[in-house]
């Protein structure tokens, strides 16, 4: 097994330095208008006047910190420094606090609302660049970010935080996070894009505040998102905490799994920790039900209509591939170390380009790449297999 790790990680870090983080260095940088370009789409094709979203943005500036953080090399700091600078300078609202959702390609405001998902991971890759770098101004602006979370967007009485709001902390009639998501108040995703950061900024901000707020976080998913017979999470909710759609997002499964471990770990609570442990190991092998061998996670099952998207998304299998690792690391099972392996080997076969670099978006249920979808754009980022690889990397740097 030892020897599997070793080659799985020396495997990893090659994708990840010549694959993955090369091709935004060499593709995506605007040299004309600053920061980096919005899309290139599914056939390579540059978009240089596509929007700008904050979450490209703010995942750029995470990757390349961490890749500088574990790899120390000057390309991935000055990288990480663009984008760093330009979420500052465009992206964050001087007179309101927050992050705005869009640019436009010259980087002046398109949609100004408060879409607390991006603000999540603002903090994020702020808070990574504090970590890579020691920059003070980074963590001053992620605890800022953190204070309009708190102070805008958490529900005082009922728990949980609140998907969206205006430019001015107002309330919002369309609060969804894309076209494909329901319109309700509080979603799983976005809470998970929440307890992400904060355990990233506890890291190096041990602030008593966010300790419970991360605490709290870790408490909602365990008692209110997880389906407790399933051990799925449920989607979205409205006000009271009600589940309002019956759908399983597998890879939203297997990614929640090991960032509410994670975040366990990094609070430090033996007593939090002996309950949520369990329920990781739960959670990962209900996402299981997801996965075919040789052939990759499939999307998510709508249980009230029988639907099944069974397209392979890019992000499903790095999710995948990590939190098997996780089980494996952390409880010994090494027939999660197999299915880590065996998702590894669908990722190689299908998803890398090894002609053009970067991963394509999916691969359709006939066994067909997706060339529709982006390469590179609002939601296709470097973070998910930019982070599977640097997971592996930090997780086995004694192998």
């Not at 660049?129 to 805008?152: M, N, P, Q, S, V």
């Not at 998913?221 to 449920?234: G, P, V, Y």
Request: with cysteine; glycine share 6%; proline share 2%.
């Amino acid at each position: 097994m030892k020897q599997k790790v070793a080659s799985l990680r020396h495997e990893m870090q090659e994708v990840l330095t010549d694959n993955i983080l090369s091709y935004w260095i060499e593709k995506m940088i605007d040299s004309t208008h600053g920061g980096f370009y919005g899309r290139i789409t599914g056939d390579e094709v540059l978009m240089p006047q596509s929007d700008k979203g904050a979450i490209l943005n703010a995942r750029i500036l995470w990757t390349f910190s961490s890749a500088y953080r574990l790899l120390k090399r000057d390309a991935y700091l000055e990288t990480a420094k663009r984008a760093k600078d330009y979420v500052l300078a465009h992206f964050y609202d001087p007179e309101f606090g927050g992050i705005y959702w869009s640019l436009n390609y010259q980087g002046h405001p398109v949609d100004t609302k408060k879409q607390i998902y991006a603000l999540g991971f603002a903090i994020y890759g702020l808070s990574e660049f504090h970590r890579a770098t020691g920059d003070a101004e980074a963590l001053e602006y992620a605890i800022r970010l953190f204070e309009c979370i708190e102070k805008h967007s958490f529900d005082t009485q009922k728990n949980g935080y609140y998907e969206a709001l205006t430019r001015q902390w107002g309330e919002i009639a369309d609060m969804r996070l894309s076209e494909k998501d329901a319109n309700e108040c509080k979603t799983m995703n976005t809470h998970l894009h929440i307890l992400e950061p904060y355990t990233n900024l506890y890291r190096v901000w041990k602030d008593e505040r966010l300790k419970k707020q991360l605490h709290n976080l870790i408490e909602l998913f365990i008692n209110k998102i997880l389906n407790q017979e399933s051990a799925h999470l449920q989607l979205f909710f409205d006000d009271d905490w009600n589940s309002k759609y019956n759908i399983v997002s597998y890879g939203h499964d297997i990614e929640a799994s090991w960032l509410i471990h994670e975040a366990a770990l990094e609070l430090g609570d033996a007593d939090l920790l002996k309950r949520v442990e369990p329920l990781v190991v739960r959670i990962a092998e209900a996402a299981k039900e997801g996965f075919t061998p040789r052939r990759g996670m499939i999307y998510e099952r709508n249980l009230d209509n029988g639907h099944i998207d069974a397209d392979r998304h890019w992000w499903v299998q790095a999710e995948a591939v990590v939190g098997y690792l996780n089980i494996y690391q952390h409880f010994g099972d090494e027939s999660a170390l197999e299915t880590a392996l065996d998702c590894w080997a669908f990722i190689k076969e299908h998803l890398i380009d090894y002609t053009n670099g970067e991963w394509y978006w999916s691969l359709y249920a006939n066994d067909t790449v997706n060339h529709i979808d982006d390469k590179a754009g609002f939601w296709k980022c470097p973070y998910h297999n930019g982070r599977m690889c640097m997971e592996m990397i930090e997780r086995f740097s004694n192998n």
